[in-house]
């Protein structure tokens, strides 16, 4: 059978690697600075994101719902933030405040917007393929 969601199985991939990609920047950037163990965590985490990501992706787990499978890549993003604030030296030194996350809402939008569903929910009926 001909994979016809093809568009969305790169949808989930790259969307959740562009959600990442500015850790492993930041990574590289601290390398070239020689700050090691900065880059060294923020590697880490970028590899653990990638590995998420494909082992956390719906068509592997047709079945279960998107809120559930999106708890690996949220949970990662969370630290990601939580690591950015560590590497540019702490909460103080951020003017960082409880406002601040309110900024971080609208990150949570598709845990309300999918709810439920699954992949199986996206399949066509079967009497329509041939």
Same mark, same amino acid.
């Given at each position: ?12 991939? *790259?969307?959740?690697?562009?959600? *990442? ?39 592997? &787990?047709?079945?279960?719902? &998107? ?6 890549? &949220? ?12 590497? *540019? ?42």
């Amino acid at each position: 059978m001909i994979n016809t969601r093809r568009g969305e199985q790169l949808g989930w991939k *790259f969307g959740w690697l562009g959600s *990442f990609i500015w850790v492993a920047v930041l990574s590289g950037v601290f390398f070239w600075q020689g700050k090691w163990l900065e880059s060294a965590s923020g590697v880490l985490l970028s590899i653990t994101a990638i590995a998420a990501i494909h082992k956390f992706a719906p068509w592997h &787990y047709p079945t279960q719902p &998107y809120w559930k499978l999106m708890l690996a890549p &949220y949970s990662l993003m969370g630290a990601s933030i939580v690591w950015a604030i560590w590497v *540019f030296g702490g909460i103080t030194a951020n003017d960082f405040n409880a406002w601040s996350l309110l900024s971080l809402l609208p990150l949570l939008i598709p845990f309300g917007t999918l709810s439920r569903r699954t992949w199986v929910d996206g399949e066509p009926p079967s009497h329509l393929i041939k």
